[in-house]
């Protein structure tokens, strides 16, 4: 009992250390934007990859039943990505798997999350919230070469 | 009921006929939360085979339509029924009184219709929203007014323990609650304060569905439920919990712990279960990182009760042994009934929650979350903790709940010996399973992963086979369920030494009470006033933002 409250308490040190020191935070971006005008609304009417400097890119993304906009972006192996998705209909997921990019895509909401590729590779990007009949092919890809 | 309690000549007989009367309402509870789990689990076992691509779902009665009947009819059906009726046997059974059941049928039949108004509007293909039921999905308005339904049946239910209570404290003033009637009205209250959200949210929902409305808040309604969703898990807890405490004891001779413990455990149970929702929201856009954490901090606040527990029970496990003349761990261990499915059940259950607590601290772990969240890791972890824990400590308590309350001896009793243990097998290897593949990152709540043979979905596979495994292996245990349950009813007769299922006393030792610990009340207020502290800042932010309204969309 005692062990356990101790290890409760070194814990939530641990998780607060990580939080402040290294931003380890969850994907918590607060920005609205009108869910029925997502197509006309700077930037996501253009959605894609932006390069911001060298090795930094900005990744904008529409999620809409049932596919991902852009469908595929390449970037050079190192690059630090961070991702802006909103959705345009209903609630979708964001989910890079095993990459620790995952964020909910609320309609609504702008949300981000940024990761840096170091592996080379085909990664799979999919929708991991239910959206409706034709989920399970909610897919991308991001290319690292 | 009324004319029958009439006829009694003596005070003897009215008690004697009420009691009757309470025993077939609990009864009715009970059949109608093992008929729901026989359903559910046959759904369940369809979504593994599809899931692992052996078989595949017809697209008029796609995979998606099985999953909202699945979760609704598990999580929100089978638990629900079967705990009011628990607490109604706790309450009923432990205050002697000539009452009137009426307020508990009403209770019963509100919740009944919602559930079939509900069950229909997903099975004729209206409400393919899943057991979450996220705006914008648009379900038909029957769909949320069954959930509505169900809800308020359940306050009804809640009313009538509180009025009993109320009744005892009038009557035996000075005297405490019987512990197993304070567990109730203790695990009834939170609840109450829990579907508070749910009320709120069908305030949205309701008038958008039948197009008074033309747009609906998204992050709000996510808010509203999930505000409902934690606590939603630890009434399953602390119905699974009340069982441990005061009925398995009594299983092999043993006592309650203590009495101010287990009441102290509850209280904290009723504090501390609500302020904790936006630990299912860490990755939702739209609310600060900062309020996230504070639902970290009383999430954790929240496993000291589990840590209480844990250590009582096995104290009672322990000083039953001694005085039995049993030392040693594994002589203990041996010593205990496992035979017994009564307390094989819930024993099984509890080993099985200690891992479902180590991955909810996992889950719990802000920034860890990212790495599981919505893969199917989350999935094997509520398996193994209602479909663990809660589950399995119900159906042990079928086994002994419908003997008493009928009369008659437990039909096929090797058979419901069989039944725990494969439970037990065949949730571990699913839930094993489904936590691998969710390390893998799988998502959850998709009916096919193969993603056309992409790269990292590969990976997955071998595990959803396995997973389909032990989701057969549990399907098939349910079936042996629901026959040893009926089969107690239908085959067997009454006996002539009617078998009980009684209450653990307390352990002579155990300190007093301390009487501030039955100020339910008081309590109640203080548990709502954390609940409105840990909620008022996100949904202030929330509506402070003017976030623009979504449309609703039926998109299956």
């Known amino acids: 009992m005692t062990f356990g409250l101790a290890m409760l308490v070194v814990f939530l040190g641990v998780i607060t250390t990580a939080a402040i020191v290294d931003g380890f935070v969850p994907p918590s971006h607060v920005q609205s934007i009108d869910p029925t005008k997502v197509s006309q609304t700077p930037p996501f009417d253009h959605p894609g990859l932006r390069k911001v400097a060298d090795g930094a890119y900005e990744a904008y993304y529409v999620a809409r039943i049932f596919s991902f906009t852009p469908s595929s972006i390449e970037i050079p192996a190192g690059s630090r990505v961070t991702f802006y998705v909103t959705s345009a209909d209903v609630e979708h997921g964001f989910s890079i798997p095993v990459t620790g990019v995952n964020t909910m895509v609320t309609p609504g909401w702008v949300s981000q999350v940024a990761h840096t590729f170091k592996d080379r590779g085909t990664f799979l990007l999919v929708c991991n919230e239910y959206c409706g009949a034709g989920h399970q092919v909610m897919a991308a890809k991001v290319v690292v070469k | ?556």
């Open chain 2, 1 to 556: 009921m009324a004319t029958a309690l009439g006829r009694a000549r003596t005070a003897d007989e009215a008690l004697e006929l009420s009691r009757a009367g309470g025993d077939l309402l609990v009864l009715t509870h009970v059949y109608t939360a093992t008929l729901v789990l026989g359903i559910g689990a046959l759904f369940g076992m369809l979504q593994g085979l599809s899931r692992a691509n052996l078989i595949v779902m017809p697209a008029s009665f796609d995979y998606y339509r099985t999953l909202t009947a699945h979760g609704v009819l598990m999580a929100l059906v089978f638990t629900t029924f079967f705990i009011t009726g628990l607490f109604t046997y706790s309450t009923y059974r432990t205050i002697p009184r000539v009452r009137s059941a009426r307020l508990g049928w009403i209770g019963y039949c509100v919740m009944l219709v919602g559930t079939l108004m509900a069950t229909v509007a997903i099975l004729d293909g209206s409400a393919t929203v899943l057991y979450t039921f996220y705006a914008p999905l648009k379900a038909s308005p029957v769909f949320y007014f069954g959930a509505t339904f169900l809800v308020l049946g359940t306050w009804c239910v809640a009313a009538d323990i509180f009025l009993n209570v109320a009744w005892f404290k009038a009557h035996n003033p000075g005297k405490r609650i019987p512990l197993p009637a304070f567990l109730a009205t203790c695990t009834m209250t939170m609840w109450i304060i829990a579907t508070l959200g749910v009320v709120a949210e069908m305030g949205l929902l309701i008038p958008w569905s039948l197009g008074w409305t033309s747009g609906i808040d998204v992050g709000l309604t996510r808010m509203f439920f999930w505000y409902f969703g934690h606590p939603l898990v630890y009434f399953w807890i602390m119905a699974a919990y009340a069982i441990w405490y005061t009925l398995v004891p009594a299983r092999f001779g043993g006592r309650i712990f203590s009495d101010g413990l287990t009441r102290l455990a509850f209280i904290m149970l009723l504090l501390l279960s609500t302020p904790v929702g936006l630990h299912h929201q860490y990755l939702d856009p739209g609310i600060s990182a900062g309020w996230k954490w504070m639902h970290t901090v009383t999430t954790y606040g929240v496993v000291i009760p589990s840590f209480m527990t844990a250590f009582a029970i096995f104290a009672t496990f322990e000083i039953a042994a001694r005085k039995a003349g049993v030392r040693g761990f594994f002589k203990i261990v041996r010593w205990l009934p496992w035979k017994d499915p009564v307390f094989a059940g819930p024993a099984l259950a509890m080993i099985l929650f200690i891992f479902g607590g180590f991955g909810g601290i996992v889950n719990n772990s802000y920034s860890m979350d990212v790495l599981v969240h919505n893969t199917m890791w989350i999935v094997g972890h509520f398996h193994i903790t209602v479909g663990g824990p809660a589950a399995l400590t119900f159906i042990g308590a079928t086994y002994g709940l419908v003997p008493a309350l009928t009369g008659r001896k437990l039909f096929a009793p090797r058979l419901a010996l069989v039944q725990v243990y494969t439970w037990f097998i065949g949730m571990s290897i699913m839930s094993v399973a489904m936590h691998w593949a969710g390390l893998l990152g799988s998502p959850r709540r998709t009916s096919d992963v193969s993603y056309f043979g992409a790269q990292g979905a590969a990976t997955w596979h071998a595990h959803m086979l396995w997973a389909a495994a032990g989701g057969t292996i549990v399907a098939i245990s349910v079936l042996m369920f629901i026959i040893v349950a009926t089969g107690t009813y239908v085959a067997n007769r009454r006996a002539d030494v009617p078998p009980t299922f009684e209450f653990a006393s307390t352990n002579e030792d155990a300190l007093e009470t301390p009487p501030v610990l039955d100020n339910l009340g008081r309590w109640g207020a203080v548990a709502l006033g954390l609940a409105v502290l840990a909620y008022a800042g996100p949904v202030i932010q929330q509506i402070n933002a003017h976030a623009y309204l979504a449309p609703g969309m039926r998109t299956w």
